[in-house]
C-alpha cells in the first residue's frame, strides 16, 4: 500500500495532487490545510472517503476506489492551543477511515492528522497524538492503524517515540526533513504512527508549492495487532 500525506499550505498545493496520485500509484491520499469546498469527489481513481466541515483549513482522506471500500469515518476536535482558541484555524485535528480491501476482505484505519502548530507546548501536541489514536481504535479495536500527517514536532522527537511507543504504536520519520520555510525551523515534521503495519519506507518527494514537502508511505498491514 502506497499512502501520500501532503499539507497543502492553505490549499495552495492543490494542484500537484492529481499528477503526484499518477506519479506515484497512490492507493490513499491524506490532506491537511486543504480548502474542502474546493477539493474534486475523485482524483485520478482515488474516491473522497470523507473531509472535515468545520475548518477554515481542513483534512480530507481520499482511497483507490478499485481497491477498497469505506465503511466508516470519523473526525475529532483534540485539545486546543491558544492558537487555537484566538486565531481558530482548525476545528478538527483528526480525521480517520476504515477501509475494506476488496479482494481479500482484511480492514485498515487510516487517518490524517494535523497537530497544534509550533506556539504550543509539545506537551500539548503529545495529548492531541494519544487522543487521535484512542479514538481511531473506536472505528475497530484491533485493526491495524496508519495516522499520517503534520505532526509539527521538529525536536525532541527521540521522546515523542518513546511516548508513542508506550502506548503499543511506533513512530516512522522520512528519510529526509519535511519543512524548509524558515532556516530556525526547518526538520521533519511529517511522520507516520502505526500499529499492525510493516513500514517499508517513508520517503520525502520533491518540494512543491507548499512549505511541507509530501511524503510517500510504503507499507503493509501485517494482520490485527495483540489485544485486538
Not at 492543490?14 to 477539493?39: F, P, S
Not at 509539545?122 to 487522543?131: A, P
Request: proline share 3%; glycine share 8%.
Amino acid at each position: 500500500m502506497k499512502v501520500i500525506s501532503y499539507n497543502l499550505r492553505k490549499h495552495r498545493a492543490a494542484a500537484e495532487l492529481a499528477g503526484l496520485v499518477e506519479r506515484h500509484g497512490v492507493n490513499v491520499l491524506c490532506l491537511q490545510e486543504a480548502d474542502t469546498t474546493d477539493i474534486p469527489r475523485e482524483l485520478n481513481g482515488l474516491r473522497l472517503a470523507a473531509s472535515t466541515q468545520n475548518n477554515r483549513l481542513g483534512l480530507a482522506v481520499y482511497y483507490r476506489e478499485n481497491t477498497y471500500r469505506a465503511v466508516g469515518t470519523c473526525s475529532l476536535a483534540l485539545k486546543k492551543s491558544l492558537h487555537d482558541r484566538v486565531l481558530k484555524p482548525a476545528e478538527e485535528r483528526l480525521l480517520g477511515v476504515r477501509l475494506h480491501d476488496i479482494d481479500d476482505g482484511h480492514e485498515i484505519i487510516v487517518a490524517s492528522f494535523h497537530a497544534a502548530p509550533l506556539t504550543a507546548l509539545n506537551r500539548l501536541r503529545r495529548h492531541q497524538i494519544r487522543t487521535a489514536l484512542a479514538e481511531l481504535s473506536t472505528l475497530g479495536e484491533g485493526l491495524p492503524t496508519l495516522m499520517v500527517g503534520d505532526y509539527n514536532y521538529p525536536v525532541f522527537k527521540e521522546n515523542l517515540g518513546q511516548k508513542v511507543r508506550e502506548h503499543g504504536y511506533e513512530l516512522t520519520l522520512s528519510d529526509t526533513r519535511t519543512y524548509t520555510r524558515y532556516r530556525f525551523s526547518r526538520g521533519h515534521y511529517d511522520f507516520v504512527t502505526s500499529v499492525g503495519f510493516e513500514i517499508e519506507r517513508v520517503h520525502t518527494l520533491p518540494q512543491g508549492r507548499s512549505d511541507h514537502l509530501p511524503i510517500l508511505v510504503t507499507a503493509r498491514a501485517t494482520g490485527r495487532r495483540e489485544g485486538g
